[in-house]
């Protein structure tokens, strides 16, 4: 394989140009901020950049998963491979959940906590959206039990899926908990106040 000296590009939600340290970064590191109400100029400028040999970094959830399991895809990713013409990387973070999740304490600086990144290999976006994103769906599936597989999960943890044994929400409890979360952020409430 030929090793080309290439970074990363990732997208993030334009919302964190307001954190300062967070903006310096995407400045100097030509991230690609999305306005998730108007993201046509962001999706542009992705497929632009994969055209010109560059890596665009995406998660095809476009969120956190509150279950710590794969939440529905967007078709970002898929479309974007497709109209540029280029391999899909799946790649899988499991461990990063431990440090910096929504609803509960982080945990920054030194904290030995493990995090694994998994890598699986290329393959071509080819077909349709919906065939695309359907294989990416099942090899980030199978890196993530992979991954899964090997790491300590204490029972009852918060950050362990339902599945293994955690304190996790279900899938349908964590959509249930979005659903809540964004009709509060369309009444002008935090999630926490009351109706």
Same mark, same amino acid.
Do not use: C
């Given at each position: 394989?030929?090793? $080309? ?7 993030? @939600? ?17 991230? *690609? ?37 794969? @939440? ?34 982080? $945990? *920054? ?18 077909? %349709? ?31 362990? &899926? ?6 996790? &929400? ?7 908990? %979005?659903? %809540? ?9 935090? &999630?926490?106040?009351?109706?």
């Amino acid at each position: 394989m030929n090793r $080309r000296r290439r970074r990363m590009r990732y997208m993030i @939600k334009a919302e964190m140009q307001r954190v300062k340290a967070v903006n310096f970064l995407i400045k100097r590191t030509r991230t *690609i901020p999305v306005d998730r109400g108007a993201g046509a100029g962001a999706y542009a400028v992705a497929v632009q950049r994969l055209r010109e040999g560059e890596l665009v970094g995406v998660y095809p959830e476009a969120t956190i998963s509150r279950s710590f399991e794969l @939440k529905e895809f967007k078709s970002g990713a898929a479309r974007m491979a497709l109209e540029a013409d280029v391999p899909i990387v799946p790649v899988i973070v499991w461990g990063a959940q431990r440090i910096w999740t929504k609803g509960h304490p982080r $945990r *920054i600086g030194r904290t030995k906590v493990p995090v694994i990144v998994q890598v699986g290999p290329p393959f071509p976006a080819r077909g %349709d959206i919906a065939q695309t994103d359907a294989a990416l769906r099942e090899a980030m599936t199978g890196l993530l039990h992979q991954v899964q597989e090997g790491y300590r999960h204490p029972p009852g943890a918060h950050w362990v &899926p339902r599945r293994l044994g955690g304190g996790a &929400p279900t899938p349908a409890e964590a959509a249930q908990l %979005d659903a %809540d979360e964004a009709a509060a952020k369309a009444a002008g409430r935090t &999630p926490h106040q009351s109706r």
